[in-house]
């Protein structure tokens, strides 16, 4: 890079000096800051989702869809019947994205079933409103 980066100053230059034959302590140092400050954040970008796990993909999944839905709460059962996310397919699934998103402060956790409640209770996150902020 830094090479690259002596031949273009030597190449923008008017007069008829002959090529460089070392590198300078200035093309040095500005490509150490290219590449740290530049090339190194891209590549995080680019990369950065091949090498999150299938519970943070499904989390950043879930979040997209409340982001572009604007939900006031998140239900199980409706994504798991209706909307289909993709990877999102089992109720475990969303289950597991939505605590991801538990612990980023996205959305609350539901409220626990009471003892002797006969029957399935739906299991309904709400949607932090500061997200919306």
């Keep these: 890079m830094a090479l690259n980066l002596e031949f273009l100053w ?20 500005a490509a150490a800051t ?6 190194m954040p891209m590549a995080s970008r680019v990369y950065g989702d091949a090498t999150a796990g299938e519970d943070e993909r ?6 997209r ?3 572009d ?8 059962r409706h994504l798991q ?3 289909r996310l993709p990877g999102l397919r089992t109720a475990g699934k969303i289950k597991k994205a939505a605590d991801e998103l ?5 959305l609350r956790s539901p ?7 006969p029957g399935r209770v739906p299991i309904v996150y709400t949607v932090n409103p500061k997200i919306w902020i």
């Design 81 to 83: 019947r209706n909307v």
């Design 58 to 63: 499904n989390a950043a999944i879930l979040a």
């Design 34 to 39: 290219l590449v740290d400050e530049y090339f």
């Design 65 to 67: 869809w409340i982001f």
């Design 102 to 106: 538990v612990d980023a402060d996205w």
């Design 10 to 29: 030597w190449a923008g230059k008017d007069d008829f000096a002959p090529p460089p034959d070392n590198i300078s302590t200035r093309a040095f140092a």
């Design 69 to 76: 839905e604007c939900p006031a709460e998140v239900h199980v």
């Design 111 to 117: 409220p626990r079933k009471p003892e002797f409640t």
